[in-house]
């Protein structure tokens, strides 16, 4: 099993940027689709963006389409969240998921999550 710790929150003003770090160890790494989700107080946790294990596909929630970018370094079992032009409803716990198998946006079909990294915005 893969285990996967995330890294890079913070607090930034709207506009700002920040870039989001998941670590992973285990075997395998490259075998994983991988997220990043996030979760506002009171509001179920959602999915921002996913990248297949061979980083050929990517996908976007909506809201941050055009702002996030996701990417994987499958050589150093990393996964990037570039964040740009963010606003302060991208305040969040910040979540990194593995899943094995197909990809999908549902949070509840992804194995192993990461502690969470808070990102908090202001306006």
């Known amino acids: 099993q893969v285990q996967v710790v995330e890294s890079g929150g913070g607090l930034v003003q709207a506009g700002g940027s920040l870039r989001l770090s998941c670590a992973a160890s285990?075997?395998?790494?490259?075998?994983?689709?991988m997220g990043w989700f996030r979760q506002a107080p009171g509001k179920e946790r959602e999915c921002v963006a996913l990248?297949?294990?061979?980083?050929?596909?990517?996908y976007y929630g909506d809201s941050v389409l055009g702002r996030f970018t996701i990417s994987r370094d499958n050589a150093k079992n990393l996964v990037f969240l570039q964040m740009n032009s963010l606003k302060p409803e991208d305040t969040a716990v910040y979540y990194c998921?593995?899943?094995?198998?197909?990809?999908?946006?549902?949070?509840?079909?992804?194995?192993?999550w990461g502690q969470g990294t808070q990102v908090t915005v202001s306006s």
């Open positions: 998921a593995a899943k094995l198998g197909d990809w999908t946006t549902d949070v509840r079909r992804y194995d192993y």
């Open positions: 285990g075997p395998s790494f490259s075998n994983y689709n």
């Open positions: 990248i297949r294990k061979s980083e050929a596909s990517t």
